[in-house]
């Protein structure tokens, strides 16, 4: 198998609807980048046919061939053993990827190191580096978006757990009497704070009678109202938008405190679609970590939005691939 330590890597962000790839210096420098989509719904093989000529596709655009890259790095969601490189358990929007060994068949096709990550641990590799966390060697960070993951750096170090499935912030129990959550349990963070649970709990209170401008924003169809909708709505001072935002904001905070108390960091990166809202969102989880976590870890913590958006995964992807090319790690 070949692969050089002072060659380029290529790197590939796995998600629900679109296809990342971008080709990375030794350095960690993005050269060169390309979307194309995911069609998720087709299947497994055919989403993974469309990785490989991805792949090939950005080999033959920058006149390169694979043995001229020292290692794939891959980033995906779901549940992933990164020591064998398999996607153990899908995520809500790649339905089907059970126990797929990605690591070898991108291997096998291309005869170079392959290495596959979480999408949301490798966004907190890629903030690490790259983006808000450089230089810090103690961080969490959330991605608030539909759902909620989150990557954990210890000691300058990505922290995967015993075979890759740790930081799955999303599933930490805030409300035991809470709603149930898709993973089986009830009242995780991401069934509370996520915009899924911003959504519901602003179509639920609409639909008891409740009046806001949402409904106009929806077209009339309360149904249809979004997380994004809410939170324009709560920018302009609608009252009822304002509460739902309050509300998933108040158990994001409770969520902190809890990463606060249990890791120590020094920052807690936010990032995704909610955190876009800013301190509207943010700022009471602040404000709760402030005054609920203990003094001595409060007080050094920082809470930061996330600066490298939607390339944070792929980034992330390479400077795993990066770090396990030059540990010899196959």
């Given amino acids: 198998m070949t692969g ?16 990342l790839t971008a080709l990375f210096s030794p350095e960690g420098k993005m050269l060169a980048k390309d979307v194309c989509p995911t069609l998720a719904d087709e299947g497994v093989k055919p989403v993974i046919e469309r990785l490989c000529s991805a792949i090939e596709s950005m080999l ?4 390169l061939k694979a043995s001229q890259i020292g290692g794939i790095g891959i980033a ?8 064998r490189g398999v996607v153990v358990t899908p995520s809500p929007n790649m ?17 170079i190191g392959t290495f596959v990550v979480n999408d949301a641990s490798a966004a907190a ?11 810090v060697n103690n961080l969490v ?36 009497n809470g709603p149930q959550c898709g993973c089986g349990n009830t009242g995780c963070l991401e069934m509370l704070a996520s915009g899924r649970a911003v959504e519901r709990d602003a179509v639920k209170r609409i639909s008891q009678g409740e009046k806001s401008s949402l409904t106009e924003m929806a077209g009339g169809k309360a149904e249809s ?30 969520g902190m405190v809890n990463v606060v108390n249990i890791f120590n960091p020094e920052m807690i990166v936010l990032g995704g679609g909610m955190a876009e ?20 870890s409060s007080r050094i913590v920082r809470i930061v939005t996330a600066q490298l958006g939607n390339e944070a995964g792929v980034c992330g992807a390479a400077a795993f691939a990066l770090d396990r090319s030059k540990r010899g790690t196959a």
Avoid at 4 to 19: M, R, S
Avoid at 76 to 83: E, F, K, L, T
Avoid at 230 to 248: F, Q
């Fill in 141 to 176: 960070l959330f991605t608030l978006g539909t759902g909620i993951g989150g990557g954990i750096i210890a000691n300058g170090e990505l922290y995967l757990g015993a075979i890759g499935a740790a930081a799955e912030m999303g599933h930490m129990t805030i409300d035991d």
């Fill in 4 to 19: 050089q330590h002072d060659a380029p890597i290529l790197a590939v962000d796995i998600g629900g609807t679109k296809i």
């Fill in 277 to 296: 809202l800013g301190d509207l969102f943010i700022g009471p989880g602040r404000k709760m970590v402030a005054e609920r976590a203990f003094p001595i």
């Fill in 60 to 63: 033959d655009g920058n006149n």
């Fill in 225 to 254: 109202v979004t997380a994004e909708q809410v939170g324009t709505a709560a920018k302009n001072g609608d009252p009822l938008a304002l509460d739902v935002l309050s509300r998933a904001a108040y158990y994001l905070g409770i």
């Fill in 95 to 111: 339905a089907g990827w059970v126990d797929i060994p990605l690591a070898d068949i991108i291997r096998e096709r291309f005869k």
């Fill in 125 to 135: 590799l890629g903030e690490h580096r790259f983006g808000a966390g450089r230089g």
């Fill in 76 to 83: 995906c969601a779901g549940g992933i053993d990164s020591g």
